[in-house]
C-alpha cells in the first residue's frame, strides 16, 4: 500500500481532516467532567437500591456544610451568608438558583427554645451538638440543600459559595471551611483536572526528548509524537461521542493511550529502519517493514486492549468505563499508528537513513545471551520461588476508597473536613430507617399517642445504643426535635397532666417532624430516620462496624412485640460496599485478562507448557509489586486496581516482539544461542526504549495532588520497570529450553 505515494498522501488528508472532529470532541469531552463516588455501584446492588430508596422519601443528600473561624451562633453573619445563598442569580444570561435550603445552628436554636418545646440553651445546644453545633457550644455552620441547578453544575455551585462567603465574611478562600458530598464532587474534578492540565505538558516534553534521543532524527520524533498526540485526543473525542461521561478515573486512558502509542511508535520506526536498502524505493522498505510488524504490532495492541477490555467486566462504573474507552483507544491508536505514521515517513523520509549506525551494536547482547543461555535453570527456579512468594503476599491485600485516598493530606479538602470534625463534628452519614405501619385513621387519638410514644421509646433505644459506639459521633433523628419523652412510672396529678400534654403535642407535632426531614407518612407506612455520623479521618474496619450496627440494631428490635422493619443505607454501606467491590474486580479483571493472554499465547507457541511458560515473565512483575504492598499492608485503591490488567497487557507487547524476532531468528540459524544473541541485537534496544517512554512518560504524574492518578503512575512504574528485566532475563531463559528444530536455510543465513 505504501508503495503508491499517492495513497500516502490520501492518508495523510484524511489524517488531517479527522483532527477537527477529534480536537472538538476531545474539548467537550473535557468539559462534562463530573466525580461522584456514591453514582459508582450499578443500580442492581442492593446498597444501591437502598440508597435510591432513602433519596426517594428523604430526599437527595446533595448538601454543603460550611463553617469558618468565628462561625458562632450570635454571629449575624451566619444568617446573612444563609439567606445570600438562596437567593437567584445570574449565571450567563440565565437566573439560576443553586440551593432549595439553607438552615444553620442558630435557627436550629431558636426552634428548640421557643414555643412548643421551650428547651432551655443548654439542653438544645446538646442536642445539636456534633452536627450543627460543637462542643463549645458557640461554634456553628451552615448546611444548604443543593438544588436541582446545584446538582446539574455542582461546580458553579460551589464557586457561588466561595464567591458570596469572601464578599460577606471578607475572608480569603482558604479559611472558609466546606464539606459534602457536592464539594467532594467539585474537589475531585479540579484536581484530576489541574493534575493533567499541569503534568502533561512535562509528559509530552519528556516523551519528545526520549523519542529524539531514541530515534536520533527530528523528523521521525515529530511524526511519532504527533500521530500519538492525536490518538491521545481520540480517545477523549471517542467518550464524547459514545455520550460517556468523563470522571478523574477516564482521564487516564487518554495519557495512557499517549504514551502507548509514542511506545509502538519506536518499534515501528525500528522495524522500517531495519528494512531501508540504499538501491530500493522507500516505499517498498516501509511496506515491506509495515508486513514485517503486522502481526507483532497487532498482537501487541490486542493484548494490551485485552488488558484493558478485561476491566470491563468491573461492577463500579469507572473501572467498567476504563476498560471499554482504553481498550478502544489503544485500538485506535494503533490503526493510525499502522497507517499514518508508514505515510508520513514515505512521503517526507529523514535525509540520514543510511548514515545511522546501528544502535543494537551498543547492547551487550552475545554477554546477555550467553548469560541466560548458561543460567536458565537457576533463573527459572528463582522466579517461580518469587512468584509464589509474591502470590502469598497478595494475600494480604486490602482495598481503601475513603476520601484520603483521592488526596494528599495537604490537599485543601482534607484540612477542611479535619477541621469540620474537631470543631463541629464527625462527617460520614450512616442512615438507618425503622418502618412501622401506619397508624389507623379511625383509631381514637389516646391510642394513636400511646403507640406513637411506644416507637419513640424504641427509637430513643437505639438511639442510645448506636451512639454510644465507638466510631459514632452523634445520632440525629425526630427525637432532637421533640420534648423529652414522659417516663412510664407516673404518680400524681401532675406528672398525669403532663404526660397527656406531651402525647398530645406529640400528634400535633407530627405534621412539623416531616419537615425536619426524619420522618416520612407514606400511605400505608411511617418511616422514621436514624442519622448516625462516623468519622472520616479515623481509620474504621467499615466491614466490621456495619455489623456492629446491625447486631446492636436487631439486639434492640427483638425485644420488641412489633418490631419495625430495619433499612441501613447511607454513605457508608456504599463505601464499604465499593471497598470490597474494588478488591473482587482486581482479580476478576485480572484473571480474565491473563486467561485471554495466556490462550493467545499457547496459540502461537502451538504447545499448553510452552504458552504458560511464556507468560511467567508477564505474571512475575503482578506478583511482586502487589505481593510486596500486601505483605507492607500497604492499602490499593482504584487508581491501583487499574494497573495490574493494564500493565499486564502493554508487558505481553514486549514479549511478543522478542519471541517474533526469536522465531525469525530460529529459522534462519537454527542455533538457540545464536538466535537469542541475534534477537538482542533487533529488539533489545527497541525494549528499553519503549519502557523508558512508557514509565517516564507516566511516572511525572506520580508528583500529582491527585492520589488515584499518583498511584496509578507509580505502580504502572514499577509494574513495567519489573516487567522489562523480566523481558530480557526470565523470557530468554525460558527461550533458552527450546530445542533446534531442521537445518537453517544457507541462503538466508
Not at 140 to 162: K, P
Request: hydrophobic share 45%.
Amino acid at each position: 500500500m505504501f508503495r503508491n505515494r499517492i495513497v500516502c498522501w490520501l492518508i495523510l488528508i484524511a489524517f488531517c481532516a479527522l483532527i477537527p472532529p477529534v480536537y472538538h470532541g476531545a474539548k467537550l469531552s473535557w468539559e462534562r467532567q463530573a466525580n461522584r463516588v456514591e453514582d459508582w455501584l450499578p443500580p442492581t446492588f442492593e446498597e444501591t437500591q437502598q440508597l435510591i430508596w432513602f433519596i426517594e422519601r428523604f430526599g437527595s443528600d446533595e448538601l454543603l456544610m460550611i463553617s469558618w473561624n468565628g462561625c458562632t451562633l450570635d454571629n449575624p453573619n451566619v444568617a446573612k451568608l444563609a439567606e445570600e445563598l438562596k437567593q437567584p442569580t445570574d449565571f450567563y444570561g440565565q437566573e439560576k438558583t443553586w440551593f432549595r435550603e439553607v438552615f444553620t445552628g442558630s435557627q436550629s436554636l431558636d426552634y428548640l427554645t421557643e414555643e412548643p418545646l421551650e428547651l432551655s440553651s443548654t439542653e438544645a445546644r446538646q442536642r445539636l451538638e456534633g452536627w450543627l453545633v460543637g462542643k463549645d457550644g458557640e461554634t456553628t455552620c451552615l448546611v444548604a440543600l443543593v438544588s436541582d441547578s446545584g446538582i446539574q453544575n455542582r461546580a458553579a455551585a460551589v464557586d457561588y459559595v466561595w464567591r458570596t462567603a469572601e464578599r460577606l465574611l471578607d475572608k480569603p478562600r482558604a479559611e472558609i471551611r466546606m464539606a459534602g458530598p457536592t464539594y467532594d464532587s467539585v474537589a475531585i474534578d479540579a484536581a484530576s483536572k489541574n493534575s493533567l492540565l499541569e503534568f502533561n505538558i512535562w509528559s509530552w516534553l519528556i516523551c519528545i526528548a526520549l523519542l529524539y534521543i531514541c530515534l536520533r532524527s527530528i523528523r521521525l520524533a515529530w511524526f511519532v509524537f504527533v500521530v500519538a498526540f492525536v490518538s491521545e485526543h481520540l480517545s477523549l473525542a471517542i467518550m464524547h461521542y459514545s455520550f460517556a461521561q468523563l470522571d478523574s478515573i477516564l482521564l487516564l486512558v487518554a495519557n495512557l493511550t499517549f504514551v502507548l502509542g509514542i511506545a509502538g511508535g519506536i518499534h515501528l520506526v525500528n522495524y522500517i529502519r531495519e528494512s531501508i536498502t540504499a538501491d530500493e524505493d522507500i516505499g517498498a522498505c516501509v511496506s515491506r517493514a509495515v508486513w514485517k510488524a503486522l502481526l507483532p504490532c497487532t498482537l501487541a495492541g490486542g493484548t494490551t486492549a485485552l488488558g484493558m477490555f478485561s476491566l470491563s467486566i468491573s461492577q463500579l462504573s469507572p473501572i467498567r468505563a476504563f476498560g471499554w474507552f482504553g481498550a478502544l483507544g489503544i485500538l485506535a491508536g494503533a490503526v493510525l499508528l499502522l497507517t499514518v505514521l508508514p505515510a508520513c515517513i514515505t512521503v517526507f523520509p529523514p535525509r540520514k537513513w543510511q548514515s545511522d549506525t546501528p544502535s543494537e551494536s551498543k547492547f551487550p547482547s552475545r554477554l546477555l545471551a550467553a548469560f541466560v543461555a548458561k543460567q536458565r535453570i537457576p533463573i527459572l527456579i528463582t522466579a517461580l520461588g518469587v512468584l509464589v512468594a509474591g502470590i502469598g503476599g497478595m494475600r494480604y491485600l486490602e482495598t481503601s476508597i475513603d476520601m484520603r485516598d483521592f488526596f494528599q493530606p495537604k490537599a485543601k479538602i482534607i484540612q477542611d473536613y479535619n477541621w469540620l470534625e474537631e470543631h463541629i463534628g464527625y462527617l460520614v452519614p450512616m442512615e438507618i430507617v425503622l418502618k412501622w405501619p401506619q397508624l389507623p385513621a379511625d383509631q381514637p387519638a389516646r391510642e394513636q399517642s400511646e403507640e406513637l410514644l411506644r416507637r419513640l421509646r424504641v427509637l430513643d433505644q437505639l438511639n442510645l445504643k448506636l451512639k454510644n459506639m465507638d466510631g459514632v459521633g452523634t445520632a440525629i433523628s425526630s427525637l432532637n426535635f421533640l420534648p423529652d419523652l414522659p417516663s412510664d412510672q407516673v404518680q400524681g396529678f401532675r406528672q398525669i397532666s403532663q404526660r397527656r400534654a406531651t402525647l398530645a403535642m406529640l400528634l400535633d407535632q407530627r405534621s412539623q417532624l416531616q419537615q425536619t426531614g426524619y420522618l416520612v407518612d407514606e400511605d400505608d407506612a411511617a418511616l422514621w430516620r436514624l442519622s448516625l455520623r462516623v468519622s472520616a479521618q479515623q481509620k474504621i474496619d467499615y466491614g466490621n462496624f456495619l455489623d456492629q450496627v446491625a447486631s446492636e440494631t436487631q439486639s434492640v428490635l427483638d425485644q420488641q412485640e412489633q418490631p419495625p422493619e430495619v433499612v441501613i443505607c447511607g454513605g457508608l454501606p456504599l463505601i464499604y460496599k465499593a471497598q470490597s467491590q474494588l478488591l473482587s474486580d482486581l482479580l476478576t479483571s485480572y484473571s480474565t485478562a491473563l486467561a485471554t493472554i495466556t490462550l493467545i499465547m499457547i496459540l502461537l507457541q502451538r504447545s499448553i507448557l510452552g504458552g504458560v511458560l511464556i507468560m511467567l515473565p508477564n505474571v512475575l512483575p503482578t506478583a511482586i509489586v502487589f505481593g510486596a504492598l500486601g505483605a507492607l499492608g500497604r492499602e490499593i485503591e482504584i487508581g491501583g486496581v487499574l494497573t495490574a490488567s493494564a500493565a499486564l497487557g502493554i508487558a505481553v507487547d514486549d514479549s511478543m516482539h522478542f519471541l517474533s524476532n526469536f522465531r525469525t531468528q530460529m529459522a534462519k540459524h537454527n542455533d538457540v544461542s545464536l538466535a537469542l544473541e541475534k534477537t538482542f541485537q533487533t529488539c533489545g534496544v527497541a525494549m528499553i526504549q519503549t519502557t523508558l517512554v512508557c514509565t517516564l512518560g507516566l511516572l511525572v504524574f506520580a508528583l500529582s495532588q491527585f492520589v488515584p492518578i499518583a498511584r496509578f503512575a507509580w505502580l504502572m512504574f514499577m509494574l513495567l520497570s519489573t516487567a522489562l528485566l523480566c523481558d530480557l532475563i526470565l523470557l530468554p531463559a525460558i527461550l533458552a529450553f527450546t530445542k533446534p528444530g531442521a537445518k537453517p536455510d544457507l541462503d538466508e543465513t
